[in-house]
């Protein structure tokens, strides 16, 4: 076993949980940063299950103290960073109109603050060790547009800038940064605005219609490309944005 470690937020569910798997297979230690105690502690037990160690902290992204305890937290039981994803997220409908100022602004504070909060409290680890790997959480919506979702997109389409001004700065210390760019994926977070929806039936149908193959992805096609994005394959890559949409992009 290695004595790698990953830091994945939102890493109770969907996307983040599947990255986990994916990372304590190839025999990483875990630190799973969420807001769902629930989740977060039986995920937790599933990933301790797979043979390596790992830790749930309960921790807000978009909350300084909370992000640096769990910085902390980490450092204390594990004493290095190799990777850290990016990954939690909060999307909010709504046009420029119809979108309140409390649900814009909380929106921007995790998906946009949340990484400059759990980046400035991970990374320094990574300068220490002279390397390591960032992968952002972006989304097909920073680039397509569908309607009402002014906070969301913009919110996702800022990540890839952000990626590159990342990548660009954190060179010097051997730290690359990329970005997945999701299509629909079909994680709870999808599962629940499909059943919400009038009806779910046509909806499932509408989001496969948007990739080449007719259907969504799977957590675990994203996570394939946050660990190829990790590792050394992937060692003259940085600033990239990988689509991982199943063609949504060339539609
Ligand atoms: N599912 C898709 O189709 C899709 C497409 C494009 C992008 N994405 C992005 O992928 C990421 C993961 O989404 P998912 O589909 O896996 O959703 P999900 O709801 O299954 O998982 C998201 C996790 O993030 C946690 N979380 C939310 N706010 C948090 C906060 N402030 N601090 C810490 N944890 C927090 C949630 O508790 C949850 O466990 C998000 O950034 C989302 O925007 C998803």
Redesign the pocket.
């Known amino acids: 076993m290695s004595n790698k470690i990953m830091i994945v ?2 890493g ?5 949980l599947a990255a986990a798997e994916k990372f304590a297979k190839n025999g990483y230690n875990i630190v799973l ?4 105690e629930e ?1 977060g502690k039986k995920a937790e037990e599933k990933i301790k299950g797979m043979g390596v160690d790992a830790v749930f902290c309960l ?4 909350n300084k103290e909370q992000v640096q305890k769990a910085a902390q937290i980490a450092r204390e039981r594990f004493g290095r960073a190799d990777v850290l994803i990016n ?5 909010v409908r709504g046009s420029i109109l119809q979108c309140e100022e409390d649900d814009w602004v909380r929106l921007y504070e ?1 998906n946009l603050k ?1 990484i400059y909060y759990m980046s400035n409290a991970f990374v320094p680890m990574m300068v220490e060790q002279k390397k390591g790997a960032v992968v952002n ?1 972006g ?2 919506l920073g680039y397509r547009t569908v309607p009402e979702r002014a906070a969301y997109s913009s919110s996702k389409g800022a990540i890839d800038t952000l990626t590159r001004s990342m990548a660009f700065d954190l060179a010097q210390h051997n730290i690359r940064v990329n970005c997945v760019v ?4 079909d ?4 599962r629940g605005s499909i059943n919400d929806s009038p009806d779910p039936a046509e909806t499932e149908k509408v989001l496969g219609s948007k990739s080449v193959f007719g259907r969504m992805g799977t ?1 675990e096609e994203v996570a394939n490309v946050m660990y190829f994005l990790a590792s050394d394959e992937a060692s003259f890559v940085t600033g990239a944005a990988y689509f991982v949409d199943g063609g949504w992009s060339i539609m």
């Open positions: 937020s939102g109770a569910s969907g996307l983040g940063i969420d807001v769902n989740k921790c807000d992204i978009s990954n939690a997220g909060l999307e995790i949340g959480t989304s097909i999701p299509g629909a994926i994680t709870p977070l999808l957590s």
